[in-house]
Structure formats: C-alpha cells, structure tokens
C-alpha cells in the first residue's frame, strides 16, 4: 500500500520537513495496518499511537519527539492582533530541533 497525501496550495512543492513526515508514514505504513481494534473493521489509532510507531523516523529527520504527558514540548500559540506569542502551550507533538523549514 502507498501512504496518499496532498499539500495545499497545490502551486507549492513539498518542503524537506514534510517530506520526512510522509516518509515517516511511508516506512511505518505496515504497522497501522496490523491495529484493528475489536469491533471495527479498519484499524482505529488513537494519535499517541500513530505517534509512536512513526516516533524513531521523526527523531531521525531531526524532529523533538513527545514520549510522555510528562515530557510536553513547549511552544509558544499565535493568535490575536499581530500574532505574538500570548502563552507557552504544549500543543504541537513533533517539532523540527532545528527549526521548522
């Protein structure tokens, strides 16, 4: 089976850190297929799950990779006038160490 994506806008080509993320899921893609839970046709993964099996290829291409509730990532949430950093806030799971590109 061959992981399916797009970007958008469609004018603009993958970028290398999004490419690590598609080949993430790429080299990974047999391990969601084994996950049905009882009682559903189709595997079902919770994001904690997906983000395990994909976690080692993450770290690899250079991403900081949450493994536990107590080892949140912080990063700053732009919203509102300006889009300055308002909180920190641990909602983005798999960040770029050296920056997102």
Partial sequence: METNWQIFPRSQSITPSLRAIVDAFGANESGFVTNSKPGKSKPNFESN????????DLEKAGFK??????DKIKRPVLYGKGVFPKRPSTWMPATKAKGLS
Avoid: P
């Avoid at 799950?49 to 080692?56: Q, S, T, Y």
């Avoid at 990779?65 to 107590?70: A, D, L, P």
């Fill in 65 to 70: 990779v949450e493994t536990s509730k107590r």
């Fill in 49 to 56: 799950e997906v983000l395990k099996v994909i976690a080692g």
